[in-house]
């Protein structure tokens, strides 16, 4: 656990606002993963809603849904290549340059799909090129989590770890918001033929201008003291990754079970619900986007909630409680979702929402703690992308197959083993000193 401590320390020592204007380090990072997540949900909708018909030929119906959710998993597996690729040379040299570079390939990827031609147009060349692209998504993104965190982190006073490496988090939160928000209004704006003709690639297109901005605010921020002290030091190692793998394996997979369960939490109330409620339940499609809009305002608060908790009497703690709530949640999952009343399926968005910023915000702390500095970027963003490999890539593929070969209380026996591989993972670190 020697890199757990070491991690800490490099934070207290590295947690100094400096000449560096707090107020925009908490902008750049909040902002910045509010855009790159809001590239990443827009993919996330539009699976559940056009992708499979555009994409993949209409002669197998029955496959479109499962393929357009196999291509939302691929970005997932590219998320650790992204994490350690950026995490690399985060640690090598320096995170704002290498969070620039991020939000350039995440932003570049999502504007390509939406210019990209369709199955009818291309024919098998269509779904290569979006797996393409969608692979690009999670390079991006792979670099972005880990470096917005560290930028708040290190940036912290001491004690308020936990609040700074929180606007990281309601980045996610808002990203879904904008994105479900903006799908929502060009269904009610125009026909269903024209929303499957071109209108579902306006918000890929806004995304370059959302980039843009984001881009202006990460220019103009300095890097974080941390990482400055360890260069003054000499602290830096030629391969971060292999540093990693050869001393600070033990936190790699502990955090990265650690996050297993706010991955599942959200992608299976968000992806797999949309579809299961849209599909099954025949609940018209902009109804079930006001429902998932007003459910993540629920994320919004708990996100906030969970990180003063969080500072106050620890992560371990915080996330132990939260990961136990969700294990009893996912027995809820078969009546509140496929029961007969739409204020069930309304309570189930927004408790699975409320417990994903519950079981999230503690982590932008928790992560970055567990590696030292000269590894840091590499170490968290490594682990909060192989979370994601395991909690998230293939969860709307595989509650739809649950769905399909067992029935919809074996997607909440899902969630249930997610959440205890989370409780147990964060059990064994132990208690950390970040408090």
Known sequence: MAGKAGGAAALRDGARTGDIGIGRIVLASLVGTTIEFYDFYIYGTAAALVIGQTFFPQSAPGSQALNAFLTFGIAFLARPIGSILFGHFGDRIGRK??????????????????????????????????????????????????????????????????????????????????????????????????????????????SAVLVAIGLYLRVSITETPAFRQAV???????????????????????????????????????????????????????????????????????????????????????????????????????????????????????MALALMGLTFAPLGALLPSLFPTHVRYTGASSAYNLGGIIGASLAPYLAQLLLERGGLPWVGYYLTAAAVISFLAVFSIGETDEV
Not at 312 to 328: C, D, F
Request: aromatic share 12%.
């Open 232 to 350: 003054a030091r000499n602290e830096r190692v030629s391969v971060p990754l292999a540093d990693v793998l050869r001393h600070h394996w033990l936190p790699l997979i502990q955090g990265s079970l650690s996050i297993v369960v706010c991955y599942a939490l959200f992608y299976i109330s968000t992806v797999f619900a949309l579809g299961y409620g849209v599909g099954t339940r025949h609940i018209p499609r902009t109804e079930f986007l006001g429902m998932l809009c007003l459910a993540v305002v629920f994320m919004a608060v708990a996100t906030p909630i969970a990180a003063a908790l969080a500072d106050r009497v620890g992560t371990r703690k915080v996330l132990l409680v939260s990961s136990a709530l969700a294990a009893l949640f996912g027995f809820a999952l078969p009546p509140l979702l496929g029961g007969e009343s739409i204020f069930g399926v309304q309570l189930f968005l927004s």
């Open 97 to 206: 340059s290498t969070l620039v570079a991020s939000m350039l390939v995440m932003g570049l990827s999502t504007t390509l799909i939406g210019l990209l031609p369709g199955y009818q147009q291309a024919g098998a060349l269509a779904p290569w090129l979006l797996c393409i692209l969608r692979f690009g998504q999670g390079i991006g993104l792979g670099g972005e989590w880990g470096g917005a965190a560290l930028l708040a982190t290190e940036n912290a006073p001491r004690g308020r770890r936990a609040w700074f490496g929180m606007f990281p988090q309601i980045g996610p939160a808002l990203g879904f918001f904008m994105a479900n928000g903006l799908f929502l209004l060009l269904l009610l704006g125009m026909d269903d033929a024209s929303f499957i003709a071109w209108g579902w690639r306006i918000p890929f297109l806004i």
